[in-house]
């Protein structure tokens, strides 16, 4: 059965440092998306990206963070300066045409220290 | 943000039995509500959807029950099985957003 896949699934950075988090979605899907979690609290949206662009975003994503679709198969995540509250679990997930059934990968768990 | 509300922190079923997780909103723009499964350490696995439209969806074990007047939906599991014991989240989007809106989760266990 096709999934989502992320990389690495553990990142730990000095605060201050960029970091890119790496998703390969689900092959023939078209909407992709971040999610992160913070340790204790919910599911949150960043993002979702259609046809090479932001489709929409929240207002947590905001200039430290970027997303790009740099070949056929990767979905990045960029935080550019990270803060020691980006330290979370960050979930990408992808959808077909339908739009509306998001599947999730396993995460990557970042901390910041 | 509390527009997907699950006030049931945890919930314990024996084996066999049913489980009902329950799940309110706040947003009457929302017309597509999901039901994902969380393991620790793991991504939220989609279990079930519902659209608007409708009130009730099947999938084997698993009932989602959709009651727009009161802005409330249900998962009921039945018979309930050791390895359903998971975190729940329930989630709601809206027709012309890709946003899902999550609830705040319901740890399931059931126990032999």
């Known amino acids: 059965e096709p999934e989502v896949t992320q990389t690495p699934s553990h990142q730990v950075t000095q605060m201050g440092q960029e970091v890119i988090l790496r998703c390969v979605p689900i092959?023939?899907?078209?909407?992709f998306y971040w999610y992160r979690q913070i340790l204790g609290q919910k599911v949150e949206f960043l993002v979702s990206?259609?046809?090479?662009?932001?489709?929409?975003k929240s207002e947590i994503f905001d200039d430290q963070f970027s997303v790009e679709r740099p070949d056929g198969s990767n979905f990045t995540l960029k935080i550019r300066s990270t803060k020691l509250e980006d330290s979370a679990m960050y979930f990408c997930?992808?959808?077909?045409?339908?739009?509306?059934?998001?599947?999730f990968g396993p995460g990557t768990r970042l901390l910041v220290l | 943000d509390q527009q997907v509300k699950q006030n049931s922190p945890s919930l314990s079923v024996q084996e066999g039995r049913i489980s009902i997780l329950n799940c309110d909103y706040t947003?009457?723009?929302?017309?597509?509500f999901l039901w994902y499964k969380k393991y620790p350490a793991e991504g939220p696995t989609f279990l079930i959807s519902?659209?608007?439209?409708?009130d009730k969806n099947e999938d084997g074990r698993f009932t989602v029950f959709l009651n727009k007047s009161a802005k409330h939906l249900s998962l009921h599991i039945v018979p309930s099985q050791p390895g359903d014991s998971a975190v729940y989240f329930c989630?709601?989007?809206?027709?012309?957003?890709?946003?899902?809106?999550f609830g705040t989760g319901t740890r399931l266990l059931v126990s032999p």
């Open positions: 519902i659209s608007s439209i409708k």
């Open positions: 947003n009457s723009m929302f017309d597509y």
């Open positions: 989630a709601a989007s809206r027709t012309g957003f890709q946003k899902l809106v």
């Open positions: 990206f259609y046809n090479n662009e932001i489709s929409e």
């Open positions: 092959s023939n899907h078209l909407y």
């Open positions: 997930a992808s959808s077909g045409s339908n739009q509306e059934t998001q599947y």
